[in-house]
Structures are given as structure tokens and as C-alpha cells.
């Protein structure tokens, strides 16, 4: 077919008819159609090809990250090298309580045996019978599980091995063990699915960046500041089978869901449905997400109030929210933390303030409407919550409010000193504003926020300043949406993980992950144009990059360097011993830790462990330490016997450990137990000599086990 004759022509101002524009001549011109064509087609396969592209560097990135945790735990640990009792061990505190739960299931029967016995637990905290499966969000332990028998069932079929097995020779007069490698080996089949998902997750903060940024240099911005400052942004290489290193990831990605969301001209209800799915992937993994799921709700509501977006982007956000949290809630079959939490209370009030929009939007003066719409925000969240925890009586969650409330004021008691004495739990140390300030991930957000804030207010000075314009972006439409909505939900979202990390120090897993991904925005053209042409921008960048990886290389090499090789002879001794020596229904009371690890080990009866939110394991918790507080020991006894416990570890580091001034276990006792304030502890009693309310029926260098007679 002949491509169309095209003739110019022009408009006469005077009558507004179109006529040939003087000076052009008439004859045709040279057809362009096709070769427009060609060009959006190459246009196009670059485009196709470059998004390859970068999807290929992502895979490149994730199994970089991988390969590197992977080989720090490897190098820390040896753990190629450990028989399969050292490698449970290995796993000490809450890591060994959740990695019991998934040895339950993988050597049962039948799998559903093994769900049965995880859901009607009687072992860990007798004589209760529990469902750990509720208690302790253990789905990331029941995937692995089915994974494992489906792995084991389709290589026996196939008849190839799955595992490869030696004796190691251990040395220094202990007995010689078997090693066995391979994903065959229950403990590697678990630690290598968690290195994998943390390999996706910087995957994922790649195309973040890249996203965020609008550049592919941004998404490198992200990935080398996350590197040069590994060690403040995860401890996965250290902790796997802790929950945050499965439910960080989804974190990760149910954020990346909602920046598309708020950047996005269109919405629709499908976004909700991938938020909820996302919502629900980082929730039942971990108790804690409903924290960093309110800092996000606040975050995204703030934007709302400001007029970023409107009514109906901000409905498909909080269905996306109830979606999640409906089904996390069945799933966690009606956990009580979910429904006391201030997650729910203000995902209740906020949905409320947004359906009521008409009225408030009715009071017109926009400072007025933002003091009503937080007023019924803070108000309305406290009341919900505290209604709901005194309609159905429920404490679980208490113990947070007493450890804020203990950090800003001289309020303590038994459990918030077990807390706040420990370091994860106490303020951002002194250190870690330091140690982002050398690597310039600090310097380097702050020109970002300074860059960022000062272009917003310009442009919200420029709407106001031409009312028409500002009455279309900010009252009059349910649809209504503003550039850069995402910018300013990411501003609050650090702003809240900034306040986290400071009050719990542990947290700043939330908060150096986001400084990274915030210093992508370097690379955005929109923001940093004014630096002058895209190679002289990106030629800043990367120098940048090489004066970040100064302090960054040498942080690298550091954590290269750190070389071991996990050995607990004391506590092996001890766990064989248990296994040899006790019945199967011994029922064993102690330190947290230990107590995880002979659950792991031993399948004995405990009456407490390391999970420490639920009010009533508390409790126990603490009439179990009452063998480190000065009651006299008769005391002590009756306390425990009447538990059930015919078995109780002593460790004799508890009992003159100290962390700093009042952490002792003695003083945290003394807040609660004033009348027996100056007495001898009663485990350096126990210690020196425990008859006649106990018998020493082992012990070695480290631990103590003590018959209650």
C-alpha cells in the first residue's frame, strides 16, 4: 500500500481557516511512516533488550549476595565440617526453638504426623499442650519441610544421592564424627533456602532502586551502599533460621508493590490483591511485621492527608492491607497479638477517616482538616487498641508498651530489664551513626533529603501560588494525585524506621536497607539534573561509588576475615549425657537458650523457652529464674517443683554475669524483691551445694544439672 500524502499547512489567525503555509512547496513530501515505523520498532527491541538487561544483572546481583552470605556463615561456623548434632547446636537461642519445629516434620512418619505434632505441641512449654504453628508463625519451617520429604522422595525414586558423607577428625580428645554435605543434610536443605531468599531480596532492591530512581545506575547506588555497609543492614549471615531473615524479603517486595501503586496515573483492585499477597508472605513468618506494617500504613496515610493522593489510591492500598491481614489472621488461626495489635486499630480508624472524607474535606481549611484527620488517628488507634485488649483480655503484647515506656522514663520491672539489658534491645549504639557516616551512606541521604524536600516545597510554593491548579490536585478529586507521591511516602517510611532503629537498636535492619534504596535517588534525573548532562551526572556517581567503597572495601575485608569453627564441648557433653540418662519424659527447666537447645536436641519436656511473647511463658520465665534471685532456696524449689520439673540446668555464667551497671540477674531481681535485697543468690547457693531440695547429678566446666529431690 502507498503511504498517505502528507500536506503542511498552517491556520490564518485572522479567520482561522487553514491554508498552505507560504514558503513550502507543495510537492510531496518524502513519506516518513515507514521509516517512523522501523524506528519505533528498534525503539521498541531496545526496550525489550534492555529491560532483559537489567533483569539479568538482578539474577547476577541475587546470587552475588547469596554466594557471599553464604561463605561468611560458611567461614564463621565451618559448618561444612560439623556432625549433625554440632550443626543444632550451632543453632542456639530462639534459632534452635524454630529449626526444632521443622526436624519434628521432617522426620515423622508422614508429614501430616509431623504438622499434627507441631499443632498439638506438648513439649514446649508441659504441661500445656499448644499450637506452635499459632504461636510461633512457624510457616516459613512447614514449606521447608514439605520441600524436604518431596526432595528426599523424588532422589530415592531416582535412586541419586542427595548427601555425601566423612569422618572428621575433631582433635583436642574429642571423639571423631560424621559430616555429611548436600541438600540431603536437613540443616544445609534449610540454611541454603535461606540464603537463597536473601539472594532474591537483593535482587528485588536492585529493581527497587532501578524503579525508585528511573535509572539503572540508581539500582547500583543501592546494591554497593547495601555491601559497603552489610554488617548494619542484616545479620542473616550470622542468624538464618531467625524470622526476620525470612520476612524481610517480602517486606522488600510489598513495599516495591506500593511505590508502583502510589507512582501509577491508574489504579485498580488488582494492585490490592498483590499488596495483600506480599502483606501476607511477611506477616506469617514473623510476629513482629504488624510493627513495620504500621510505620508503612502511617507513612502512606501521611501522603493522603497531604493531598499526594486521593481517596480511591488510598481504599486500594488499605483493602490490599485487610486482605493480608484477614488472611494472616485465619492462617495464625486468630492469633491474639494480630487482633490487639495498633496494626489493626489503625487500619480500622484510617479506613474510617477515609470513607468519612466528604465531611471532613466540608471543613475546607486544609491546616484544620490535617489536625482532625491525626487527632482521629491518635486517638482513635489508642482507644481501639486498649478496648480490644480489655474486651478480650489479652496481655501478650503488654510488655512493648512497658519497654517504651521504660526507655523514656525510670519505670522497670523483671521482664522489660531481661530486655533492655541485652544490646540488641537497647539504644542505637554510638557506633552505628558512625560507621554509615564513613562509608558516605549518611552524607550521602542527606543530600538526597535536602535535594528532595527543597524540590517539593518549590512545587507545592508553585501550586498555591496558582489556586485554580491547586484546587484540581488537592480537594476536589477522589482520584486526585500529585508527582512524586511515592517520594514523599518514602520520606515518612525513613523517617519512621529512623525513630525505630534509635529506640531498639536491633531494628536498624529496617532502617540501613531504606538509607540505601533512599540513595538511589542520586541517579534520578529529575532530582539532580541540575548536575549538567547525563554522563557528567553519572561520572559524579561513580566516583561517588569509589569513595564509598573506600571505607566499604575494608569493611568487606573485615567481615572476609572473620574465620571460625563452631565447637561447644560442654554443651554436647551435656546433651548426650540427657539423652543417655533421662527418661523421655524428663521434664528440664533453665536459661532460655539452653532450653531451645534441649528441646533440639533431646525432645525432652521444657516449661520455658526463648519466644517471649506470650504473657504466660513470661510468667514462667520467671519463676524459672527464681534460681538466680536471693530467695532462699526452699523457695525456689516449691516455685519450680510445682511446674512439673524434675530436671533444672544451672548455668554458673548467669549467675555472675553482667552486661553493665544493674543487669546482673541478682539486681533485676532486687527491683521486684526488695525484702530479700544484700542475701546470697540462690544459684551461688545451689552451685557450692545444692542438698537437700536438689541433688548434682552432672556437671562439667559450664553447666550444672540439679534432681529436684
Given at each position: 500500500?502507498?503511504?498517505?500524502?502528507?500536506?503542511?499547512?498552517?491556520?490564518?489567525?485572522?479567520?482561522?481557516?487553514?491554508?498552505?503555509?507560504?514558503?513550502?512547496?507543495?510537492?510531496?513530501?518524502?513519506?516518513?511512516?515507514?521509516?517512523?515505523?522501523?524506528?519505533?520498532?528498534?525503539?521498541?527491541?531496545?526496550?525489550?533488550?534492555?529491560?532483559?538487561?537489567?533483569?539479568?544483572?538482578?539474577?547476577?546481583?541475587?546470587?552475588?549476595?547469596?554466594?557471599?552470605?553464604?561463605?561468611?556463615?560458611?567461614?564463621?561456623?565451618?559448618?561444612?565440617?560439623?556432625?549433625?548434632?554440632?550443626?543444632?547446636?550451632?543453632?542456639?537461642?530462639?534459632?534452635?526453638?524454630?529449626?526444632?519445629?521443622?526436624?519434628?516434620?521432617?522426620?515423622?512418619?508422614?508429614?501430616?504426623?509431623?504438622?499434627?505434632?507441631?499443632?498439638?505441641?506438648?513439649?514446649?512449654?508441659?504441661?500445656?499442650?499448644?499450637?506452635?504453628?499459632?504461636?510461633?508463625?512457624?510457616?516459613?519451617?512447614?514449606?521447608?519441610?514439605?520441600?524436604?520429604?518431596?526432595?528426599?522422595?523424588?532422589?530415592?525414586?531416582?535412586?541419586?544421592?542427595?548427601?555425601?558423607?566423612?569422618?572428621?577428625?575433631?582433635?583436642?580428645?574429642?571423639?571423631?564424627?560424621?559430616?555429611?554435605?548436600?541438600?540431603?543434610?536437613?540443616?544445609?536443605?534449610?540454611?541454603?533456602?535461606?540464603?537463597?531468599?536473601?539472594?532474591?531480596?537483593?535482587?528485588?532492591?536492585?529493581?527497587?532502586?532501578?524503579?525508585?530512581?528511573?535509572?539503572?545506575?540508581?539500582?547500583?547506588?543501592?546494591?554497593?551502599?547495601?555491601?559497603?555497609?552489610?554488617?548494619?543492614?542484616?545479620?542473616v549471615q550470622w542468624t538464618p533460621p531467625l524470622r526476620e531473615s525470612f520476612a524481610y524479603p517480602f517486606l522488600v517486595l510489598q513495599m516495591f508493590l506500593v511505590?508502583?501503586?502510589?507512582?501509577?496515573?491508574?489504579?485498580?483492585?488488582?494492585?490490592?490483591?498483590?499488596?495483600?499477597?506480599?502483606?501476607?508472605?511477611?506477616?506469617?513468618?514473623?510476629?513482629?511485621?504488624?510493627?513495620?506494617?504500621?510505620?508503612?500504613?502511617?507513612?502512606?496515610?501521611?501522603?493522603?492527608?497531604?493531598?499526594?493522593?486521593?481517596?480511591?489510591?488510598?481504599?486500594?492500598?488499605?483493602?490490599?492491607?485487610?486482605?493480608?491481614?484477614?488472611?494472616?489472621?485465619?492462617?495464625?488461626?486468630?492469633?491474639?497479638?494480630?487482633?490487639?495489635?495498633?496494626?489493626?486499630?489503625?487500619?480500622?480508624?484510617?479506613?474510617?477517616?477515609?470513607?468519612?472524607?466528604?465531611?471532613?474535606?466540608?471543613?475546607?481549611?486544609?491546616?484544620?482538616?490535617?489536625?482532625?484527620?491525626?487527632?482521629?488517628?491518635?486517638?482513635?488507634?489508642?482507644?481501639?487498641?486498649?478496648?480490644?485488649?480489655?474486651?478480650?483480655?489479652?496481655?501478650?503484647?503488654?510488655?512493648?508498651?512497658?519497654?517504651?515506656?521504660?526507655?523514656?522514663?525510670?519505670?522497670?520491672?523483671?521482664?522489660?530489664?531481661?530486655?533492655?539489658?541485652?544490646?540488641?534491645?537497647?539504644?542505637?549504639?554510638?557506633?552505628?551513626?558512625?560507621?554509615?557516616?564513613?562509608?558516605?551512606?549518611?552524607?550521602?541521604?542527606?543530600?538526597?533529603?535536602?535535594?528532595?524536600?527543597?524540590?517539593?516545597?518549590?512545587?507545592?510554593?508553585?501550586?498555591?501560588?496558582?489556586?485554580?491548579?491547586?484546587?484540581?490536585?488537592?480537594?476536589?478529586?477522589?482520584?486526585?494525585?500529585?508527582?512524586?507521591?511515592?517520594?514523599?511516602?518514602?520520606?515518612?517510611?525513613?523517617?519512621?524506621?529512623?525513630?525505630?532503629?534509635?529506640?531498639?537498636?536491633?531494628?536498624?535492619?529496617?532502617?540501613?536497607?531504606?538509607?540505601?534504596?533512599?540513595?538511589?535517588?542520586?541517579?534520578?534525573?529529575?532530582?539532580?539534573?541540575?548536575?549538567?548532562?547525563?554522563?557528567?551526572?553519572?561520572?559524579?556517581?561513580?566516583?561517588?561509588?569509589?569513595?564509598?567503597?573506600?571505607?566499604?572495601?575494608?569493611?568487606?575485608?573485615?567481615?572476609?576475615?572473620?574465620?571460625?569453627?563452631?565447637?561447644?564441648?560442654?554443651?554436647?557433653?551435656?546433651?548426650?549425657?540427657?539423652?543417655?540418662?533421662?527418661?523421655?519424659?524428663?521434664?528440664?527447666?533453665?536459661?532460655?537458650?539452653?532450653?531451645?537447645?534441649?528441646?533440639?536436641?533431646?525432645?525432652?519436656?521444657?516449661?520455658?523457652?526463648?519466644?517471649?511473647?506470650?504473657?504466660?511463658?513470661?510468667?514462667?520465665?520467671?519463676?524459672?529464674?527464681?534460681?538466680?534471685?536471693?530467695?532462699?532456696?526452699?523457695?525456689?524449689?516449691?516455685?519450680?517443683?510445682?511446674?512439673?520439673?524434675?530436671?533444672?540446668?544451672?548455668?554458673?555464667?548467669?549467675?555472675?554475669?553482667?552486661?553493665?551497671?544493674?543487669?546482673?540477674?541478682?539486681?533485676?531481681?532486687?527491683?521486684?524483691?526488695?525484702?530479700?535485697?544484700?542475701?546470697?543468690?540462690?544459684?551461688?547457693?545451689?552451685?557450692?551445694?545444692?542438698?537437700?531440695?536438689?541433688?548434682?547429678?552432672?556437671?562439667?566446666?559450664?553447666?550444672?544439672?540439679?534432681?529436684?529431690?
Amino acid at each position: 500500500m502507498a503511504p498517505r500524502k502528507r500536506q503542511v499547512q498552517g491556520t490564518d489567525a485572522a479567520n482561522g481557516k487553514s491554508s498552505p503555509i507560504k514558503g513550502v512547496s507543495k510537492h510531496k513530501l518524502v513519506p516518513k511512516s515507514r521509516s517512523g515505523d522501523e524506528d519505533s520498532s528498534k525503539k521498541n527491541a531496545t526496550s525489550v533488550w534492555y529491560k532483559i538487561g537489567i533483569v539479568f544483572l538482578a539474577f547476577i546481583i541475587g546470587y552475588t549476595h547469596r554466594n557471599h552470605i553464604a561463605n561468611m556463615f560458611e567461614r564463621d561456623r565451618h559448618f561444612s565440617h560439623l556432625s549433625t548434632l554440632e550443626r543444632e547446636l550451632a543453632f542456639r537461642t530462639e534459632m534452635g526453638l524454630y529449626y526444632s519445629y521443622y526436624k519434628t516434620m521432617i522426620e515423622s512418619p508422614t508429614f501430616l504426623e509431623g504438622l499434627d505434632q507441631v499443632m498439638s505441641d506438648n513439649i514446649t512449654e508441659f504441661p500445656l499442650t499448644i499450637n506452635t504453628l499459632k504461636r510461633f508463625n512457624l510457616y516459613p519451617e512447614v514449606v521447608l519441610a514439605v520441600g524436604f520429604r518431596i526432595y528426599e522422595g523424588v532422589n530415592r525414586a531416582l535412586q541419586r544421592p542427595t548427601k555425601m558423607c566423612w569422618n572428621v577428625n575433631r582433635g583436642q580428645g574429642l571423639s571423631p564424627v560424621q559430616s555429611c554435605e548436600g541438600l540431603g543434610e536437613p540443616s544445609y536443605f534449610y540454611v541454603e533456602h535461606v540464603f537463597f531468599l536473601n539472594g532474591l531480596m537483593m535482587s528485588a532492591l536492585f529493581l527497587f532502586g532501578t524503579y525508585l530512581s528511573g535509572s539503572l545506575f540508581g539500582g547500583v547506588l543501592t546494591v554497593a551502599s547495601f555491601f559497603f555497609n552489610h554488617g548494619e543492614a542484616t545479620r542473616v549471615q550470622w542468624t538464618p533460621p531467625l524470622r526476620e531473615s525470612f520476612a524481610y524479603p517480602f517486606l522488600v517486595l510489598q513495599m516495591f508493590l506500593v511505590t508502583h501503586l502510589l507512582r501509577s496515573q491508574k489504579c485498580s483492585y488488582i494492585h490490592s490483591v498483590f499488596i495483600a499477597m506480599s502483606t501476607v508472605m511477611f506477616m506469617l513468618p514473623w510476629q513482629f511485621a504488624q510493627f513495620a506494617l504500621l510505620t508503612e500504613l502511617i507513612a502512606v496515610f501521611a501522603t493522603y492527608v497531604l493531598g499526594y493522593i486521593g481517596s480511591r489510591k488510598m481504599k486500594v492500598f488499605l483493602m490490599g492491607l485487610w486482605g493480608g491481614f484477614l488472611v494472616s489472621y485465619v492462617l495464625l488461626f486468630g492469633n491474639a497479638m494480630l487482633l490487639t495489635s495498633f496494626f489493626f486499630s489503625g487500619m480500622f480508624i484510617i479506613t474510617l477517616i477515609v470513607l468519612l472524607e466528604p465531611a471532613i474535606e466540608a471543613l475546607r481549611i486544609p491546616p484544620l482538616i490535617w489536625i482532625v484527620q491525626g487527632g482521629m488517628l491518635a486517638v482513635g488507634t489508642l482507644g481501639i487498641k486498649f478496648a480490644v485488649a480489655k474486651l478480650f483480655n489479652i496481655a501478650d503484647d503488654a510488655h512493648i508498651g512497658d519497654i517504651f515506656r521504660s526507655k523514656f522514663s525510670d519505670y522497670k520491672n523483671f521482664h522489660t530489664m531481661l530486655y533492655t539489658c541485652a544490646a540488641e534491645f537497647d539504644f542505637m549504639e554510638a557506633e552505628t551513626p558512625w560507621r554509615v557516616l564513613k562509608t558516605l551512606l549518611a552524607p550521602a541521604v542527606i543530600v538526597v533529603l535536602v535535594v528532595v524536600v527543597y524540590n517539593l516545597l518549590s512545587a507545592e510554593y508553585t501550586r498555591w501560588t496558582n489556586r485554580s491548579e491547586a484546587d484540581i490536585y488537592i480537594r476536589k478529586q477522589t482520584n486526585r494525585s500529585k508527582p512524586n507521591a511515592e517520594i514523599v511516602y518514602h520520606l515518612f517510611q525513613l523517617a519512621a524506621f529512623t525513630i525505630m532503629a534509635v529506640i531498639i537498636m536491633r531494628l536498624k535492619l529496617f532502617w540501613t536497607p531504606h538509607l540505601c534504596l533512599m540513595t538511589s535517588l542520586l541517579a534520578s534525573r529529575q532530582f539532580f539534573g541540575w548536575l549538567g548532562s547525563r554522563e557528567r551526572h553519572y561520572a559524579m556517581l561513580a566516583i561517588l561509588v569509589a569513595c564509598m567503597g573506600i571505607q566499604g572495601y575494608s569493611n568487606l575485608q573485615t567481615q572476609w576475615n572473620i574465620r571460625g569453627e563452631f565447637s561447644n564441648a560442654p554443651l554436647e557433653e551435656m546433651v548426650e549425657w540427657i539423652k543417655a540418662k533421662t527418661t523421655k519424659n524428663a521434664v528440664f527447666a533453665g536459661p532460655m537458650p539452653t532450653m531451645a537447645t534441649v528441646k533440639l536436641c533431646t525432645n525432652r519436656p521444657i516449661v520455658n523457652h526463648p519466644h517471649y511473647e506470650d504473657a504466660g511463658l513470661r510468667e514462667r520465665t520467671k519463676k524459672v529464674y527464681m534460681m538466680y534471685s536471693r530467695k532462699p532456696v526452699y523457695e525456689v524449689k516449691k516455685t519450680i517443683q510445682d511446674m512439673g520439673v524434675d530436671y533444672v540446668v544451672l548455668e554458673d555464667s548467669w549467675c555472675v554475669r553482667r552486661s553493665r551497671q544493674g543487669c546482673s540477674m541478682a539486681e533485676i531481681w532486687d527491683i521486684e524483691d526488695e525484702a530479700n535485697q544484700g542475701q546470697t543468690p540462690a544459684c551461688a547457693v545451689l552451685r557450692d551445694n545444692p542438698e537437700p531440695h536438689f541433688k548434682k547429678v552432672f556437671q562439667n566446666n559450664v553447666y550444672q544439672i540439679l534432681k529436684i529431690t
